[in-house]
Structure formats: structure tokens, C-alpha cells
């Protein structure tokens, strides 16, 4: 299998170079190949600008997104960009590896899905989710915590996982046609000790060996939504997206 990782942490000695580098070795013990952008090594600008296009299809007011079809269709992206754009269409798995912050990823992994998700590729004329431009890939969210399970659990002071991936792992991997596999999540990285986080490494490694075996995570595709763009009658909502939140059910004040 060829597998990409995108990789954002300005530290190879951090707990998530750690990860990285356990990847690397465990997907390369299996006979898989494996591309690494690792952003910050690279300098990646996450910054989306005019820049991005060697020819422009409208000029004056940057409409980014008309902008990206059009490069899509005349190969004119920055170099930048279509190298890294030429690597996530060569991967059959996606692993997107970097420590959560502020419920999302880091600046430079956003500007990463800003340059590279480009409209008329990833999505667009043809279709998102099921029928996106990437499906039959796969991805994988890889990330390091400071909070304790419980937190994020239901009930939890931080809100329910599910809710705090919600616009990565559906919003962004899923729309684009990935399969989404179950989020790997290393919990409370810089207050355990050691043997712990040596555990995890051991987890991560015996993951990727049986990379086949990792559930999906739910989602409906895009035939389960009416003309109203709501789900239709009596598909029942299997995303936590999806659910009703309490308080709105006819009737409830």
C-alpha cells in the first residue's frame, strides 16, 4: 500500500516525532511505501494567496477557489503545491500526524488543506463525501492530547471526541471522498512517564500492522440527503453530526 503522512510539529524530538518515525518503521517493516511531508522541515507556507497560480484565470479579486479548477485544469499550480498535491494523489492512505490544539490542527496543517484540497480535484463539479474526488483512499488522524479520556468522553468537560474531530474528519478528509478510518489518540502525552508513552508507540506500531482491520468511522452518503439537503425520511442519522440535539424535537421548549 502507498502511504502519505502529514506530519506538523516543529520538534523531532517531541512525542510526535516519536510517532512519526514508529510509522514510518512499522509501515516499512510491512512492505508498504511511504512519502513523508513533513511541513514544518519544509517550510510549507500556509498562507493561500495569488501566489498559488502561475496563470489566473480572473484577475483582480482572488476567487481562490474558481482559481484552484481552473489550475486543476491547466496544471498551473505553484510548484509547491502540485508536489504536494501529485503525492496525495499517489497515496492510498492518508495519516495525518500533529498534537491537537485549540480543538483543530495546527496553522500550517490548515493552510496545507486550504492549498492542496483543491476544488475541481478533491471535490466540486463531480460531487463530495461518497462521490469526492479522493474516494477509494483512506485516512487516518494520528494525535497527541494533553487531556484524559474522560474529558472527552460523553459528558465530558471538553465535549464528546466525535464532536471536537468533527469538521477534520468529516469537514474535510471525509468530504473529499476519504474513507475515514477511527482516529488514533495518544491522551495526557506530557504527564506520563516513559513505560506510558512507550505503550503508545507499541500501540501506534500494532495499528499500522493491522491497518486493514481499523474500523470507519460512520457516514452517509450523499443519496440519504433529499432536495432539502436534509436526510431523508426514515434514515436514521448515523453520524454524530447528524443527531438531534436536545431541545429540538417537535413539541420541546
Excluded at 7 to 35: C, D, I, M
Excluded at 41 to 60: H, L, W
Excluded at 70 to 87: C, P, T, W
Excluded at 223 to 250: M, S, V
Aim: glycine share 10%; charged share 25%; proline share 4%.
Amino acid at each position: 500500500m502507498k502511504v502519505l503522512i502529514v506530519y506538523a510539529h516543529s520538534q523531532p524530538s517531541s512525542f510526535n516525532g516519536a510517532l512519526l518515525r514508529t510509522a514510518v518503521e512499522s509501515l516499512t517493516a510491512g512492505g508498504h511505501e511511504v512519502k513523508v511531508s513533513d511541513l514544518y522541515a519544509m517550510g510549507f507556507n500556509p498562507v493561500a494567496s495569488a501566489a498559488d497560480f502561475q496563470d489566473r484565470r480572473f484577475e483582480g479579486h482572488l476567487q481562490y477557489d474558481r482559481e484552484q479548477k481552473h489550475a486543476v485544469e491547466h496544471r498551473s499550480f505553484s510548484d509547491d503545491i502540485q508536489a504536494e498535491i501529485d503525492k496525495v494523489l499517489w497515496c492510498e492512505l492518508l495519516i495525518l500526524q500533529f498534537p491537537l490544539w485549540w480543538y483543530s490542527v495546527p496553522a500550517i496543517m490548515k493552510g496545507w488543506f486550504d492549498r492542496v484540497f483543491a476544488n475541481g480535484l478533491m471535490y466540486g463539479q463531480f460531487g463530495r463525501f461518497d462521490k469526492g474526488g479522493m474516494k477509494g483512499k483512506r485516512a487516518m488522524v494520528s494525535t497527541t492530547t494533553g487531556c484524559f479520556p474522560g474529558m472527552v468522553e460523553e459528558g465530558g468537560v471538553m465535549g464528546h471526541l466525535d464532536a471536537v474531530l468533527w469538521h477534520l474528519q468529516y469537514g474535510t478528509l471525509a468530504y473529499v471522498g476519504f474513507e475515514v478510518l477511527e482516529p488514533f489518540v495518544t491522551w495526557s502525552v506530557r504527564y506520563e512517564d516513559d513505560q506510558a508513552r512507550a505503550l503508545y508507540l507499541q500501540g501506534l506500531a500494532e495499528r499500522l500492522r493491522r491497518i486493514d482491520d481499523v474500523p470507519l468511522k460512520a457516514l452517509h452518503p450523499v443519496d440519504d440527503f433529499g432536495k432539502d439537503w436534509k436526510l431523508k425520511p426514515g434514515i436514521a442519522a448515523r453520524t454524530f453530526g447528524h443527531q438531534k440535539r436536545p431541545g429540538t424535537e417537535p413539541g420541546s421548549c
